[in-house]
């Protein structure tokens, strides 16, 4: 075997706290593990987004492309990108009582920005 590092088996002895679990309590024992291993991965992708997957969130909330760029942008320049841009649109037409489409594309007008901090971060509204 040439060119391959030779690993020392040793799995005998790193399994030997496992030997006398049950299938059930090695089933059990996986998912806690596997738990483990993914909650810090899901609690980064509840505080952290990125202008890609705002972009996408808005596209399956039925905007274009081309709409969707600038409301991500819009929801930057303002400071709630850690709210979700899809969540901004929806909070406005939810307070507006109109249909998302339309908040969004009040939005791209200009219209409801200020509104939409102000629900975001305390304000009057």
């Known amino acids: ?11 005998q002895e790193r399994r030997k706290h496992l030997e006398n679990l ?18 810090p991965l899901l609690e980064l992708a509840k505080t952290h987004t990125s202008p890609a997957v705002e972009r996408s969130v808005l596209l399956r909330m039925g905007f274009s492309s081309i709409e969707a ?18 969540h901004v649109v929806y909070r406005v037409a939810k307070e507006k ?6 908040a969004g594309l009040e939005m791209l007008e200009g219209k409801h920005w200020d509104d939409a901090v102000a629900y975001f971060k305390g304000g009057q509204k």
């Not at 075997?1 to 799995?11: I, N, Q, T, W």
């Open 1 to 11: 075997m040439k060119g391959y590092l030779k690993r020392s088996d040793d799995f």
């Open 22 to 39: 049950s299938k059930e309590e090695l089933r059990a024992r996986f998912w806690e593990l596997a738990e483990k291993a993914v909650d």
């Open 69 to 86: 760029k600038p409301l991500v942008e819009g929801v930057m320049d303002r400071g709630l990108m850690g709210k979700g841009a899809g």
């Open 97 to 102: 009582n109109i249909s998302v489409r339309q």
